[in-house]
């Protein structure tokens, strides 16, 4: 379900948008591109260091929105690629997901992990 073009575009720098809802209106957070791992089941693993109101939104509301490009990846119509995923997500502070994070980012307190319903090319 994830498609090279977003494999691609995960080995760029870049800046990811992470928009949850919770009982007090939508939140936003950011990540790095490089910094997002697709499991082998095709979720997203995203490392958390702090992401307290993300973790509380997703708790009221498991669905987010999570934006993400890069200028050097070849897009539908020119330099520049990006997506546009909807998902469900969750977060995780155990397991192998979690161990798989922490390896690589020593500041991680949980893996953000995202099941994709959705992964649409927007530009």
């Known amino acids: 379900m994830i498609p090279e073009k977003l494999l691609e575009i995960l080995k760029q720098d870049g800046i990811v948008a ?7 209106g939508p939140h936003m957070v ?3 591109n ?6 082998a089941d095709g979720r ?3 490392p958390a260091g702090y992401m307290h109101r993300t973790e509380t939104n997703i708790t009221f509301n498991p669905e ?8 050097k990846v070849q897009g539908l ?3 520049g690629a990006g997506f546009l995923i909807k998902g469900k997500a969750e977060f995780i502070t155990s397991g192998p997901d ?8 020593d500041w991680l307190r949980a893996t953000l992990a ?7 090319q927007t530009w």
């Open 98 to 105: 979690f161990d798989l994070l922490k390896s690589k980012f």
């Open 77 to 79: 119509h020119g330099p």
């Open 18 to 24: 992470i928009a949850t809802l919770g009982q007090d």
């Open 44 to 46: 997203l693993l995203i």
């Open 114 to 120: 995202v099941t994709p319903d959705s992964v649409i």
């Open 64 to 71: 987010v929105l999570i934006t993400l490009g890069s200028s």
């Open 30 to 32: 950011n990540t790095w």
């Open 34 to 39: 490089s910094y997002i791992r697709v499991s």
